[in-house]
């Protein structure tokens, strides 16, 4: 089975490689930015970041017919708000600083691309900040290469200084949900992750 990962996220790509399934990773060369002047509710939140995963991945479905294509999105959303990448270290800054001492909701949406049929689906989980000094932020912004990461964060990186709690799926935060995935792929008729690791 031929699999496509149309994602340009390092820790997607990681993820994938650390569970032993063999991919190929290309540019999906598209990306829905929602409109962050509007207030935006959970479930829109939900439905964007599922549009956004299926956007990603139909171009190269149509192009790699024989293949397994997975595209995924992933945000944060607090406060009526998506936060996606930061435009600049001056909004990730201060996307930190409403994140800090509350509770958010990272969402990502998954999608997989089999023989002409896409099946997506999004998986939520709740994560919990402390918050840092003034000083600490100024390291945490130097050394914690956030300008590619929604919300300004990874938790699997310097980033998980900020996470006093998490309520759901781990690797969800990571960007690559593995159960939604196994579950998409027996879905689409094909075997779930164990059966398609080397």
Known sequence: MEVV???????????????????????????????????????SAIRFACD?????????????????????????????????KPASLDDARATLRRLYDRTHLVVTGLAVHCRGKCRCDAECTDVTF????????DIYIEKAQIMDKAGSYAIQG???????????????VVGMPLNLLDRLLKECGLPGLLGAIE
Do not use: W
């Open 158 to 172: 310097v980033g998980g200084v900020l996470v006093r709690r998490i309520s759901g799926d781990f690797f969800n």
């Open 130 to 137: 402390g918050s840092l000094s003034p000083a600490e932020e």
């Open 52 to 84: 956004a995963a299926r956007s990603k991945g139909e171009t190269h479905s149509r192009m790699h017919p024989e293949a397994v294509v997975i595209s995924a999105d992933t945000i944060v959303h607090a406060d009526g708000r998506i936060y996606g």
């Open 5 to 43: 990962l149309a994602s340009r996220s390092p820790r997607r790509r990681e993820v994938l490689r650390g569970i032993g399934l063999n991919f190929k990773a290309i540019d999906p060369e598209t990306d829905l930015a929602p409109d962050y002047s509007k207030p935006v509710d959970r479930d």
